[in-house]
């Protein structure tokens, strides 16, 4: 049916192309394997766009499938359940060991949540009920895949991009599973 679908659609002549039904519970491989097949019968040279999916690991993997484009509620869900990405993994602001850690989120990142508060802070706030933590969680999250994607996209033009699954996927086995 994917492969129907996709030429008739390319048939029709869009602007571009996106591809649904993935993403919703299936194990990984599975969506991988279905996306490497339906991506084979779409024009290489138009934008195409994979519907629902958030992670770090997983948008790096799509983009080296050719997935040009991508929409996710996931940053924002998990920053509003207290869990972030970082460069250490995913990190939950519940667990205790963050009640007196004075770090930033990531020591790495460059956005304002990171440049002015700390996990004890923001695990604070976050405890306590304050919306303030959901957004500045969010806005985290989100600096974090936008640096992430501009990141892979600079290693995908130097042919590299195979360099940062790899250290996604160290970080994040280390980190809690998707």
């Not at 484009?69 to 060991?97: C, H, Q, Y």
Request: include cysteine.
């Amino acid at each position: 049916f994917r492969k129907k679908s996709a030429q008739d659609l390319t048939e029709i002549g869009f602007d571009g192309y996106a591809i649904g039904g993935l993403s919703v519970g299936e194990p990984k491989e599975i969506l991988f394997e279905v996306l490497d097949y339906s991506t084979d019968f779409l024009p290489d040279d138009k934008p195409r766009y994979l519907m629902g999916l958030g992670d770090p690991l997983s948008l790096i993997k799509s983009i080296q499938m050719g997935i040009d484009m991508f929409d996710s509620v996931l940053p924002t869900r998990l920053a509003r359940n207290g869990t972030v990405f970082s460069s250490e993994g995913k990190m939950n602001l519940k667990n205790a060991i963050y009640k007196l850690d004075k770090n930033p989120l990531d020591k790495k990142c460059t956005c304002p949540t990171c440049g002015k508060y700390t996990r004890s802070y923001l695990r604070h706030i976050y405890t306590s009920g304050e919306i303030l933590a959901h957004r500045l969680l969010s806005w985290h999250n989100l600096h974090y895949l936008t640096s992430l994607l501009d990141e892979a996209k600079k290693l995908l033009k130097e042919g590299k991009v195979n360099n940062l699954e790899k250290e996604l996927e160290q970080i994040y086995a280390k980190s809690t599973s998707d």
